[in-house]
């Protein structure tokens, strides 16, 4: 069966949403190099969200091709660790806080191994990566604008903030082309 593509955009046929309903809309005009580069993590976050709204448990957790654990759902559970590790871990400097949901060295696809066709495991993603983004923006709010060149000790290396923050852009970016192909092959809906 193929499913066939669509958009609910109508101004922009290429767009996910309309401007006027498109909540990135209003993470425009930055001021300074902290805001710029929060609002693009912010910007993909909302892609992430909307790139998953509106689907079910087995359609979150459906894998895209095969032998690949990647899911939608994989990826919010991905994604929430990836802020656990570089916000709390890295730059709060709590290394040994337990990792989300057993990722480890001898398990290290347990975020996508784990994103099964369950309400619960979903409403579990969603309220681990939740609670990782509001965590990580309390941190931003405290940083201040000449804060980005300070640097973070990870293990032998030492890292700028700013190096942590446009890594989460990277990861987020990649991420979310990922979730435009899984999520086009779940109903056929398109756009950026």
Known sequence: MTTERWTSATVYPDMWADPDDDPREALSDPVGEKETLWNYLKHY??????????????????RSVPPSTMSLLGLVRHLAHVEQ????????EQPDLPKLFGKSP?????????AVADPAVVEDAWENWRREVRDAD???????????????TRGDEQIPVRDVLVHMIEEYSRHVGHADLLRECVDGRVGQ
């Open 45 to 62: 976050r909302l892609t992430l969200e909307m790139k998953c709204d509106g689907l079910d448990a087995e359609q979150l957790a459906r």
């Open 85 to 92: 590790t570089w916000f709390q871990r890295v730059l709060q």
């Open 106 to 114: 001898e398990n290290p696809d347990a975020d996508f191994d784990g």
């Open 138 to 152: 309390t941190w931003m709010e405290t940083l201040p604008e000449d804060g980005l060149g300070a640097t973070v």
